[in-house]
């Protein structure tokens, strides 16, 4: 791509996305990015070598792909600033704000525009990422791949093919970390409990949770013939399963992620209805 890339914010993610392009070869001269904060802008020139704006509009005017990098709250407030600077540049819109429906961004940035709504997570920091992507009827194929190309440089990505499945997504691979940050917890309690010093207790369970982790993603076999594999007739591994299975473990995952599910519709909902000029759409 020879494309220039504007980071509309400077956080953690857009960094993440920042490095991991500059780490795969794309020209500094060809990514910007703005912040409010001037402490911030040198801060990020210093780290990535790359010019970092005051100036939102300014910053779009030079743009042929901009990333809304910045939070929920504060996103339709951001497009109102640039509406004019986007509708006369007609960039390729990447989102990666949690929870807005690509109609409510289109409408604030004035209508008529090709965006690709994405769901990153947090491992997308030490680009280890899952990020999921819709793109709007106005996304043509190359902008597609533009904005998978960047999206990839924090980790994997998948399209979904209806707006609705990023709410799924959204339930699975966005909040997902923090269920096996749980579930990691709770086993290393139970090995305390049992008698491990809480050192060892830590590093066998991520060193187990990450080789478990490889495996699945390196192997040609699915996770039940995975699973089937370590657990031995009568063995120690069945008495474990056999007591996750009687708790009803599958059904507690299912009601957790629904219930993500419907919290993340429910915001969609509350983000796409504010309004911050006082309008109600």
Known sequence: ???????????????????????????????????????????????????????????????????????????????????????????LIISIAAGIRTVDMDRWLGGNNAIVRTMPNTPALIQSGATGLFANAKVKPEQSSQAENILRAAGITVWVKTEEQIDALTALSGSGPAYYFLFMEAMQQAAQDLGLDEKSARLLTLQTAFGAAKMALESTDDLVTLRQKVTSPKGTTEQAILTFEAQNLRQTVKDAMSAAQNRAVELADQLGQADTTGAKH
């Open 1 to 91: 791509m020879n494309a220039t890339i504007c980071f509309i914010g400077a956080g953690n993610m857009a960094m993440s996305l920042i490095g991991g392009l500059l780490a795969s070869g794309y020209a500094k001269d060809k990514i910007i990015a703005t912040e409010p904060s001037e402490a911030q802008r040198r801060s990020v020139t210093e780290r990535m070598g790359i010019y970092c704006y005051s100036d939102n509009n300014e910053a779009v005017a030079r743009a042929d792909i901009v990333v809304f990098a910045v939070k929920p709250q504060q996103l339709q407030g951001v497009c109102h600033e640039v509406q004019a600077s986007i509708q006369a540049k007609r960039p």
